[in-house]
């Protein structure tokens, strides 16, 4: 499971590789890609907040990183039976999405590759833990759950 932690810390590498690769992209180009790798994950608090019907930030995380552990003490044939939860802004419908956004402008370019950085992370994390890949497709994904058992 990624956390916050990771995805900041890697998402600022990858913002700074580019930034030094592309150097044109600039420090607002550096920041939206940064900040969009761990600002995509506020569906997570979303699906949070509709779930408990709380607004606690922190009760959020902290119950995000109980049920994050009780993942890792499952075995992987178990892991494979559960999901966490639907997570809207985690598929390629949102990309393509924001995809068409960049013919407005560019700042959604440097979202499109924050995000994509960020699901790169999950589905390679997914990998790792279980034998699917999760955070492929809403729609996939919407459909797929309905079959699982909810952690």
Not at 48 to 57: F, G, I, N, Q, T
Not at 94 to 116: A, D, H, M, N, R
Not at 117 to 130: G, K, N, P
Request: proline residues 1%; charged residues 20%; glycine residues 4%.
């Amino acid at each position: 499971k990624m956390y916050v932690q990771s995805h900041l810390v890697l998402g600022l590498i990858f913002a700074l590789i580019l930034l030094v690769i592309f150097p044109q992209i600039g420090l607002i180009g550096f920041l939206l890609i940064a900040l969009s790798t761990v600002l995509i994950d506020v569906d997570h608090y979303i699906y949070y907040v509709y779930k408990k019907k709380d607004w606690s930030l922190n009760n959020a995380y902290n119950w995000f990183i109980e049920r994050s552990k009780r993942f890792q003490n499952l075995s992987r044939a178990q892991r494979n039976k559960v999901y966490s939860g639907f997570c809207f802004l985690h598929g390629t419908e949102i990309l393509l999405v924001l995809l068409l956004f960049t013919l407005f402008s560019e700042y959604f370019l440097f979202i499109f590759i924050g995000f994509t950085f960020h699901l790169f992370l999950d589905v390679t994390c997914s990998r790792i833990f279980m034998d699917r890949m999760d955070k492929i497709s809403l729609i996939h994904d919407f459909f797929k759950f309905k079959k699982l058992k909810h952690l």
